[in-house]
């Protein structure tokens, strides 16, 4: 069995995705385990365990922990406390194998070192990794039940070997003709148990040892559980008094205290919010938004949420769903699957302060931003080809700029063209998300390490793809360059963007709707194009409503159609 699979995943040194690994397991009909153990990253964890277990094999979770490129130790997780206490340790980067030792010292993980690491006696839960190249060194010790084989499994053939050194010497930044590169063993394929059986015929103990640990774990984690913040106060009964008790003191504020049709759609809407236990949600973007408005921090909800009264009621929108007839049900409805789609849009100004906000609101453990996979692909290949090739700046941008004029590239140049096919589409490294935020119940180191960035704020290891199947639903925090004009224009006028007059008021000045009707837009955003003037002075616009109607008919599609012009 193999205890040391590596995916795409151990960035710039894996080239399977986790499907593909788990392919290559189902070649052999004897593999019936298989280890995950990625390097420094656990962000191949819930795609490997979902294809295992379609594949019918039992999926086993782990981490190799590299510094400087030096292997510490690598952790298998016994069950889901295992794979948390490995995660736990990799968000804090270990620097040294003992620190390693230190912060795995659990019976729900094992931890399998290399044959130099500097002890000799093993906890319980430790054990020495033996390469089949490697058991000249142990075949004469008289007790190996510390030992287990470790097969490395990085390639899908020898035909990947070429794009491994190549990765590696991406990551190294050197020559690819360096022998310095540390690359895996050029065999580290996928063999069947019998023939690591044979590969490990001076040693068998070390094959029935490696069996035994990985028998011996469970799945990491439990994929399709909800696990987002599902209380927002002590206990859910609170959570919906008080979504209640607030959705109606904003409903009355709205539209007054004798208003029917609000309060016959705000009940309907929070039955559906309670039958899909969201007023957690609710209640946690209700807190975020108080929080811009006590700071007089400008916000606007955008995206299906403004369908619903009760986020009107509440202020996380200022879209009123019954006067502009929209309806809830394309929002949330009791058959719909699908989790709600808040935007809150921020002033770049303040979004960080937004962000700050959340983790020291809601627990630096429970919440983070989502990653996306920045990956290989057109120029940045060729630039990191060419360098690794020894080309200069100069011959690497003749190839970017002139890629159909073969006669002026470098003589590497094909060469680099043919190469760097087997790299598109590979992760290059982890980024952080323009704005999707989950907020977990449990701690997110039950099923992902956490990673710095720049800006203090850290990422998961799993973008909004993996997010869903994770059970975590993102809240999109964003920002945007508009807000921060209105902060700079309400600077000017010695206002704060709290005091900013609400669209019905602006409706109701002659001058603004004046301006609009004459299409002398120019200098306001989404309005201001020669088509968009146009129209205006076409349809008169002399209400929110409307302006909403001509910013839709522009579309290309509604225009191309005809239906612009029939609206007309």
């Known amino acids: 069995m193999h205890l040391n699979c590596h995916s795409y995943f151990s960035l710039r040194y894996g080239v399977m995705s986790p499907r593909e690994l788990v392919q290559e397991a189902t070649k052999h009909v004897e593999i019936t385990h298989l280890a995950l153990t990625d390097i420094n990253n656990v962000s191949g964890a819930s795609d490997f365990i979902l294809n295992c277990q379609e594949a019918g094999l039992h999926p086993v979770s782990g981490i190799e922990y590299r510094h400087h490129g030096e292997l510490l130790g690598i952790g298998i997780a016994r069950n889901e406390t295992g794979f948390e206490i490995l995660n736990r340790c990799l968000s804090h980067g270990p620097r040294d194998v003992s620190t390693l030792r230190r912060e795995c010292a659990s019976s729900d993980v094992y931890l399998i070192y290399p044959l130099d690491a500097p002890w000799s006696a093993l906890e319980e839960h430790e054990r020495f990794g033996v390469c089949p190249w490697e058991t000249p060194f142990v075949s004469n010790l008289p007790l190996l039940d510390n030992y287990v084989s470790l097969w490395p499994v990085v390639l899908r053939s020898t035909k990947d070997w070429e794009t491994h050194r190549m990765l590696r ?95 016959v759609q705000m009940s309907e809407e929070l039955k559906v919010i309670a039958r899909h236990n969201l007023e957690a949600y609710f209640l946690t973007c209700w807190d975020i938004t108080t929080y811009a408005r006590r700071n007089a921090i400008a916000h606007v909800g955008r995206g299906s949420g403004g369908n619903s009264i009760v986020a009107y009621a509440l202020g996380i929108s200022n879209v009123d769903p019954i006067r502009l007839g ?160 209105i902060d700079d224009a309400c600077a000017l006028l010695g206002r704060t963007p709290a005091m900013i007059p609400p669209i019905e008021i602006l409706e109701r000045d002659q001058r603004t709707m004046s301006l609009l009707q004459q299409g002398e837009t120019v200098g306001s955003f989404y309005v201001e194009s020669p088509a968009m003037r146009n129209l205006l002075q076409k349809v008169p616009t002399h209400d929110y409503r409307r302006l909403v109607d001509v910013t839709s008919i522009i579309r290309p599609g509604v225009a191309k159609s005809g239906m612009m012009d029939a609206y007309i």
């Open 326 to 485: 929209l309806r809830f049900d394309r929002f949330l409805s009791a058959e719909r699957a699908d989790p709600p789609d808040f935007d809150l849009d921020f002033s770049w100004q303040h979004r960080d302060q937004i962000l700050q906000y959340i983790f020291d609101r809601f627990g630096a453990n429970h919440v983070a931003l989502l990653a996306t996979f920045q990956t290989f692909k057109g120029r940045s290949i060729v630039w990191e080809l060419g360098k690794i090739f020894g080309l200069t700046r100069q011959e690497i941008k003749c190839i970017i700029d002139h890629p159909l004029q073969r006669h002026r590239h470098h003589p590497l140049g094909n060469l680099i063209f043919d190469r760097g096919k087997a790299l598109i589409g590979l992760p290059n490294y982890l980024s952080m998300h323009s704005g999707g935020v989950v907020l977990s119940q449990a701690p997110l180191t039950q099923i992902t390490a956490l990673k710095p960035m720049a800006k203090g704020f850290p990422i998961v290891h799993f973008d909004k793809r993996q997010a869903k199947t994770l059970g975590l639903h993102k809240y999109d925090i964003l920002s945007q360059r508009a807000l921060g004009y």
């Open 169 to 263: 010497a991406i990551d190294q930044q050197m020559l690819a003709s360096s022998n310095q590169l540390h690359c895996c063993h050029p065999d580290a394929m996928m063999h069947d148990p019998m023939s690591l059986a044979k590969r490990y015929a001076c040693c068998p103990a070390l094959v029935r040892n490696g069996e035994a640990v990985i028998k011996s774990c469970d799945p990491a984690i439990e994929l399709g559980k909800n696990r987002n913040r599902k209380i927002y106060s002590a206990t859910k009964s609170q959570d919906h008094r008080k979504l209640l008790a607030l959705s109606e003191r904003g409903r009355r504020m709205r539209y007054g205290e004798d208003d029917r049709a609000s309060a």
